[in-house]
T-cell receptor, first 113, second 113 residues
Framework: DTAVSQTPKYLVTQMGNDKSIKCEQNLGHDTMYWYKQDSKKFLKIMFSYNNKELIINETVPNRFSPKSPDKAHLNLHINSLELGDSAVYFC????????????FGNGTRLTVT | GDSVTQMEGPVTLSEEAFLTINCTYTATGYPSLFWYVQYPGEGLQLLLKATKADDKGSNKGFEATYRKETTSFHLEKGSVQVSDSAVYFCALSLYNAGNMLTFGGGTRLMVKP
């Protein structure tokens, strides 16, 4: 009964490929997020999404796109993978108010070779 | 822009030592402030939070006070344990930023027996 679950846990792929990471939350939250954590543990917001609004960090390349089939899911699709995309990607969810804590998944380690 | 700065690690302490991890922030507005903890191989977990000036967040022996005058939210614990070894992240969120968290760079804590 994991609250925020992401799959796969590990993903190894070659440059130029297209891949997706799936995320599901069973907390009834209305907002979901994707974060990227680099090798130095620095965390950067990529997207924030609820059923009303998608907020995109303008520094994220348009090769990255979030897809939400319903409120409980926010998948991350990546086109034309590059070496620099190698990182750990975390999905998170929360209720809408700004002081609501985020609940994180355990991360997907993406390695691009 | 909004930012969070925290002391670089690693911080290495002996068991039962006193812990302080410094965190300062810059924000255009009145942010909510958080400390998250990341254990190896896991996602981030909320440790504590404070939503307005002079609030003190506390959990599991950890404390942090929201200091508006010094724009700080330092994390403290009176007596650390080996099980506290993890990476600690200070973060802020603003209502007008869609509840997206802005994280500091993380501080690795290593507690030795």
């Amino acid at each position: 009964d994991t609250a925020v679950s992401q799959t796969p846990k590990y993903l190894v792929t070659q440059m130029g490929n297209d891949k997706s990471i799936k995320c599901e939350q069973n907390l009834g939250h209305d907002t979901m997020y994707w974060y990227k954590q680099d090798s130095k543990k620095f965390l950067k917001i990529m997207f924030s999404y609820n059923n009303k609004e998608l907020i995109i960090n303008e520094t994220v390349p348009n090769r990255f796109s979030p897809k939400s089939p319903d409120k409980a899911h926010l998948n991350l699709h990546i086109n034309s993978l590059e070496l620099g995309d190698s990182a750990v990607y975390f999905c998170a969810s929360s209720h809408s108010p700004s002081n609501s804590p985020l609940h994180f998944g355990n991360g997907t380690r993406l390695t691009v070779t | 822009g909004d930012s969070v700065t925290q002391m670089e690690g690693p911080v290495t302490l002996s068991e039962e030592a006193f812990l302080t991890i410094n965190c300062t922030y810059t924000a255009t507005g009145y942010p909510s402030l958080f400390w998250y903890v990341q254990y190896p191989g896991e996602g981030l977990q909320l440790l504590l939070k404070a939503t307005k000036a002079d609030d003190k967040g506390s959990n599991k022996g950890f404390e942090a006070t929201y200091r508006k005058e010094t724009t700080s939210f330092h994390l403290e614990k009176g007596s650390v344990q080996v099980s506290d070894s993890a990476v600690y992240f200070c973060a802020l969120s603003l209502y007008n930023a869609g509840n997206m968290l802005t994280f500091g760079g993380g501080t690795r804590l290593m507690v030795k027996p």
